[in-house]
């Protein structure tokens, strides 16, 4: 895991699931408590196999965040705030399985799930996510080298024809 000074994560294609940490300045004491949340969901998801990464960077909204992961296919957000933390639940967005908002939009699906059930129910929605979206192409494995290399190997054979056919006159 990432410190929270850090904007770096592991390449993308090897997270299925990423903890989202939601707490505003406000009080010291309350972010404590929704990080110290998020370690333990880590801890726990980690020790039952999923890939799973906490996303602590400071520089970035709980918006921009959710723009982020989304913008890379991922298919589990788990999201934490205060509210949460003294409920006693997280809340799973299946991203790979989307509704429709009355205002038209496609957004995530939501569920609201109690601490103690939380791996089970990941693993539930990672399975179902799978399932339904998640076997798609993922934005991030297209390898932009490839494109790169083709290019150059074009151009190369440019040339080498036309030096051929200077020769050749």
Do not use: C
Not at 55 to 73: A, T, V
């Amino acid at each position: 895991m990432s410190g929270p000074d850090k904007d770096e994560h592991p390449p993308a294609a090897k997270i299925d699931t990423v903890i989202i940490p939601i707490s505003y300045n406000r009080n010291d004491g309350e972010r404590a408590k929704v990080l110290d949340a998020a370690k333990v969901a880590k801890v726990a998801l980690a020790e039952a196999k999923v890939n799973v990464w906490t996303d602590m960077r400071k520089s970035y909204s709980p918006s921009q965040k959710f723009q982020y992961w989304e913008s890379l296919d991922l298919l589990i957000r788990i999201e934490i705030g205060p509210k949460d933390v003294d409920a006693g639940e997280f809340i799973i967005a299946d991203l790979a399985n989307k509704i429709k908002h009355p205002n038209g939009r496609m957004i995530a699906k939501r569920t609201r799930v109690k601490i103690d059930s939380l791996v089970e129910e990941t693993k539930i929605a990672l399975s179902n996510a799978k399932l339904k979206g998640g076997n798609k192409k993922r934005k991030f494995d297209e390898t932009p080298e490839v494109k790169v290399s083709v290019y150059w190997l074009f151009v190369s054979l440019s040339l080498t024809l036309s030096f051929f056919f200077s020769l050749s006159l």
